[in-house]
């Protein structure tokens, strides 16, 4: 499975000041690329738009997309206090992402 990242995805996980909460989320997505699939607290919301969650820090979320069968785009990421704000970000950018695609 190939993982790859929007810009705006990098800019918030460049962005973060928790350093290690930074490294506990790359080490989460290396570990999907690994394993081939994603794994750990996986939750749909819709528009074809997944959310990872972590439960460490303020409720770190990483919004992905699957594109095809091996490849996932990770699209955003934020964390609870601005879940709802982030969710319809990411389903806006999944959607851009495919069309682009077809």
């Known amino acids: 499975m190939e993982i790859i990242s929007s810009s705006l ?3 918030w996980l460049g962005e973060l000041k928790d350093k290690h909460a930074q490294r506990r989320i790359l080490y989460a997505i290396a570990r999907c690329e690994a394993h081939g699939r994603m794994i750990g607290d996986i939750k749909p919301v819709g528009e074809k738009v997944s959310e990872m969650r972590f439960h460490f820090g ?3 979320r990483v919004y992905y997309t699957r594109l095809g069968a091996i490849t996932v785009f990770l699209l955003a990421g934020g964390d609870k206090s601005s879940q709802d704000k982030d969710i319809r970000t990411a389903q806006k950018l999944a959607q851009q992402v495919r069309e ?3």
């Open 58 to 60: 303020p409720g770190y």
């Open 9 to 11: 995805f990098d800019a």
């Open 100 to 102: 682009e695609q077809s």
